[in-house]
């Protein structure tokens, strides 16, 4: 079936740097992503989106990337700081109001 | 503005009994979902709420899972005659269900224990 996944389970890198997190997803007619950041004990908390006419979109420290010839899906973090030390889903939807499908999430542990 | 509110944060029940979980979305979202966290697993659609009427049910695992939303507003998921699969985080999420802004907020989550 239609699947959005991570390649990575566990993301470890230090303080300052940058960080990269993919996805691949693989129903062609997604015309929407995004990413969410779960903290432990907490719900996913929105961090940026893209629609599929564009194949970037910046935020304050955070890039999304979408390369839609590849079905991929990359997060950039820059400057890493502990408290990015989370759970990173991206998830993908076709339509207005509908259901998102997510992938597993891939953790990030930033290192001092 | 006050975000998604769920309750209760946790649930502990017996295998057998029936539980319900409640979720009050962000005001003035007219689209409301249910998912279903498993301990380090993704996020799993369950159903999907727009005002009072259910579009998609699809995700409900079976029968026993149930769910309503009345005035446009609450919605209360139930399980009956819960099972120890059933033991997982219970996350609801509003948006406005409009074209132009799909971000879904998701609220806290109901931690439910069937032991």
């Known amino acids: 079936g239609e699947s959005v996944g991570l390649h990575l389970p566990t993301l470890s890198v230090q303080e300052g740097d940058n960080s990269i997190i993919n996805c691949a997803y693989s129903?062609?007619?997604?015309?929407?992503f995004i990413w969410y950041k779960q903290e432990s004990g907490k719900g996913p908390q929105f961090i940026i989106d893209?629609?599929?006419?564009?194949d970037k979109r910046q935020g304050q420290r955070v890039t999304v990337l979408l390369n839609k010839t590849v079905k991929h899906l990359s997060l950039q973090i820059a400057a890493t700081q502990p408290g990015d030390s989370a759970v990173y889903f991206c998830?993908?939807?076709?339509?207005?109001?509908?259901?998102?499908?997510f992938g597993t999430g891939t953790r990030l542990q930033v290192t001092l | 503005g006050a975000g998604v509110s769920q309750s209760p944060s946790n649930k502990v029940t017996e295998k057998g009994k029936d539980v319900e979980l409640r979720c009050d979305p962000i005001?003035?979202?007219?689209?409301l979902y249910w998912y279903r966290q498993s301990l380090g697993q993704g996020l799993e659609f369950l159903i999907y709420?727009?005002?009072?009427?259910?579009?998609?049910k699809s995700g409900l695992p079976s029968d026993r899972f149930s769910a309503e939303r009345t005035g446009g507003s609450v919605s209360t998921l139930t399980i009956q005659r819960t099972q120890q699969e059933d033991s997982a985080v219970y996350l609801c999420?509003?948006?406005?269900?409009?074209?132009?802004?799909?971000?879904?907020?998701f609220g806290p989550g109901t931690r439910l224990t069937v032991t």
């Open positions: 999420a509003s948006s406005f269900g409009l074209a132009g802004v799909r971000v879904q907020y």
């Open positions: 129903n062609s007619a997604s015309d929407y």
């Open positions: 893209i629609r599929s006419n564009m």
């Open positions: 998830a993908e939807n076709y339509g207005t109001a509908s259901k998102l499908t």
């Open positions: 005001s003035g979202h007219t689209a």
């Open positions: 709420f727009q005002g009072n009427s259910a579009p998609d």
